[in-house]
């Protein structure tokens, strides 16, 4: 049995942040955790959400998109032992973690563990059940936070977010934008010169 999620970043603080506050859960917490938390992942570049403009969340617990397979065909795997039927991949969103303090970055992190741990009274259902009540469930994650102990953490997570974070989205928006734009087009200048097979239209090369 797992005894801790997979890390699958290589960010310093981000890893910093995640064994300060690991280190200072309850073994019974840590489980349920474990129960639902797969690995930790992390995106290192500006998501854009279409109309809606850049994503500014610090970082999200999401249902892991893998496929068990039985007699040949996918199957999602069956709750079992408590846990919840999906594990989840808990995901952090590096530029935006970057604006916040340590102190506030580790309460990012207490309260995405406390969103897990809370996911494993839930089973199968625990993402739908988040997404019909958000707003509460934010405050649930909160007020467990704060009762593992990371009280400080999540008043600099909340005042950052206020104070900071949010206007920075805002102010650098149109910039982080047009970068955005520039990558894109790059990318589509390089799929139209190289095709769908990335051969420059020849045929008379082997790729090794």
């Not at 207490?110 to 494993?120: I, N």
């Amino acid at each position: 049995m797992r005894n801790r999620p997979l890390i699958r970043t290589r960010s310093p603080r981000l890893r910093t942040a995640f064994e300060a506050v690991w280190g200072r859960l309850s073994l019974l917490d840590r489980q349920r955790v474990v129960n639902v938390v797969e690995k930790v992942v992390a995106d290192k570049e500006w998501k854009w959400l279409g109309f809606a403009g850049l994503n500014p969340e610090s970082a999200g617990l999401y249902p892991a998109a893998r496929l068990l397979k039985r007699d040949g065909l996918p199957l999602w795997p069956s709750a079992g032992g408590g846990s919840a039927s999906r594990p989840a991949t808990l995901r952090f969103h590096l530029p935006v973690c970057r604006l916040f303090s340590d102190r506030a970055l580790r309460g990012v992190v207490a309260h995405e563990l406390a969103h897990a741990a809370r996911a494993s009274r839930f089973g199968e259902e625990w993402h739908d059940r988040f997404q019909a009540r958000y707003d509460q469930e934010e405050k649930a994650a909160d007020r467990l936070a704060r009762r593992w102990g990371f009280v400080s953490e999540i008043q600099a997570l909340r005042r950052e977010r206020r104070l900071t974070v949010n206007p920075w989205v805002a102010r650098h928006e149109p910039t982080v934008a047009r970068r955005f734009e520039r990558r894109e087009a790059r990318i589509r200048d390089l799929f139209d010169r190289l095709g769908p097979g990335g051969m420059l239209g020849r045929t008379d090369r082997t790729v090794t």
